[in-house]
Nanobody
């Protein structure tokens, strides 16, 4: 099992900045892709940004130029720097990670796909 814990959400005025963090923990795992999603009540979860282990990134069009995703592979942590926040960025932000884990006592690895518990980001106008 790989657990993800997010932090850094909060309330900010439009135009402000927040930095989200997500730390992965567990044993004997390797993360390939890390990503951030967001969800508002009544709507589907939306992909915001993703980053591979090699550092390749992609973003949803609405956040390009404002948000930056980065990761610390040694610490198994992913960040989302959010600048120029808008009220429409208000949502619960979720961290997602995928990769491989070796279950205890096993000689083989299996894929995993884990989600964090979510952190609320509220942008006031």
């Amino acid at each position: 099992q790989v657990q993800l814990v997010e932090s850094g959400g909060g309330l900010v005025q439009a135009g402000g900045s927040l930095r989200l963090s997500c730390a992965a923990s567990g044993s004997d795992f390797r993360i390939n892709r890390m990503a951030w999603y967001r969800q508002v009540p009544g709507k589907q979860r939306e992909h915001v940004a993703a980053i591979t282990s090699g550092g390749s990134t992609n973003y949803v069009e609405s956040v390009k130029g404002r948000f930056t995703i980065s990761r610390d592979n040694a610490e198994n942590t992913v960040y989302l720097q959010m600048n120029g926040l808008k009220p429409e960025d208000t949502a619960v932000y979720y961290c997602n990670a995928g990769g491989w884990v070796r279950p205890t006592g096993s000689i083989t690895v299996t894929p995993f796909d884990s989600w964090g518990q979510g952190t609320q980001v509220t942008v006031s106008s």
